[in-house]
């Protein structure tokens, strides 16, 4: 009897899933809380709509107190949870890689409608490689991938996403500085999604857990894109399609240095579906 009793109490103790979240309400935003909760469950989200009278353990509180402190000092769902969907499939990131964003999904848009059979692509700065991945998974045409990224840690996140979605004999991966140890070749699609932002834009809190390497690019936020653009005439086919994410505030002089570099080039501007300027695409 007293056994039967001493484990009433034990559960009238324990919230449930419901109680609990009424009572951390107004921490984070409400589906910011349920995919907290859920991750401190190692459940799916629907859970926490399923099960609304389940009992939390003493654990699980912990785990969630632990994650919540996480998610108020900066660090991103995405990091917490160890993935970001993207295009359709599920990327893990690290500490080492940028976290993959809606609106570079654009570049995976305007590649697919450039694909034919037999083409050399290449992604600089691949990070994640959700970029290279996505366009391989989507792509019906025999292509020839490569990625890079100056970040060997990187790189093994980019692998380990390459194998998990099958694709890790289609694509290769090399470390390298933008361009420097790229084999002659000649590319009809490039991808890149370098760091641009300037020193004020990197105080931003919602990317202060964020690699630096992958977001700073020097005073006006274009450094790399300069180097870029300047090494790649020699690795571009006779038609290619350039694609490259920056800032809103960056279309007229990336324009201009686009120019001086690719005199004869095509430069079109995509918005993102907060209508700013986030692509450039390049071709001929």
């Known amino acids: 009897m007293a056994s039967r009793q001493t484990k009433k109490s034990l559960n009238n103790s324990r919230p449930s899933i419901k109680e609990f979240l009424q009572k951390n309400a ?17 459940k799916k989200i629907e859970y926490i709509y399923k099960k609304p009278e389940k009992l939390l353990s003493h654990s699980t509180i912990l785990s969630f107190k632990k994650l919540l402190r996480k998610r108020l000092a900066g660090w991103s769902l995405a990091y ?9 499939l599920k990327f893990l990131v690290s500490k080492n890689t940028l976290i ?4 570079s999904e654009l570049i995976i848009d305007e590649a697919l409608k450039f694909t034919q059979n037999k083409q050399n692509i290449i992604d600089i700065g691949t990070g994640t490689g959700c970029l290279i991945l996505s366009l391989a998974k989507n792509n019906n045409q025999t292509a020839s ?3 890079t990224d100056i970040s060997l840690a990187a790189l093994k996140t980019a692998r380990t996403n390459a194998r998990k979605l099958g694709l890790n004999k289609q694509i290769k991966f090399l470390q390298s500085n933008l361009l420097k140890k790229i084999p002659a070749k000649k590319f009809a699609i490039v991808m890149a999604n370098l760091p641009y932002l300037t020193p004020q834009q990197l105080k931003e809190p919602s990317i202060q857990k964020e690699p630096r ?8 936020g274009l450094n790399y894109y300069r180097q870029l653009l300047e090494q790649l005439p020699n690795y571009l086919a006779d ?10 505030a960056q279309h007229e002089l990336i324009k201009k240095i686009i120019k001086a570099q ?4 095509k430069i079109e501007f995509l918005k993102d579906l907060a209508n700013n300027i986030r692509i450039v695409k390049v071709s001929q």
């Open 213 to 220: 390497l992958a977001l700073l690019a020097g005073k006006d």
């Open 145 to 147: 991938y490569l990625a």
């Open 26 to 42: 107004g921490a984070l935003e409400p589906q910011e809380l349920d995919q907290l909760l859920a991750l401190a469950l190692h």
């Open 80 to 88: 917490l949870k160890g993935y970001k969907e993207f295009y359709g």
């Open 262 to 265: 690719l005199p004869q080039a």
């Open 239 to 248: 038609k290619y399609l350039i694609l490259l994410e920056i800032d809103p």
């Open 100 to 103: 993959p964003r809606p609106e």
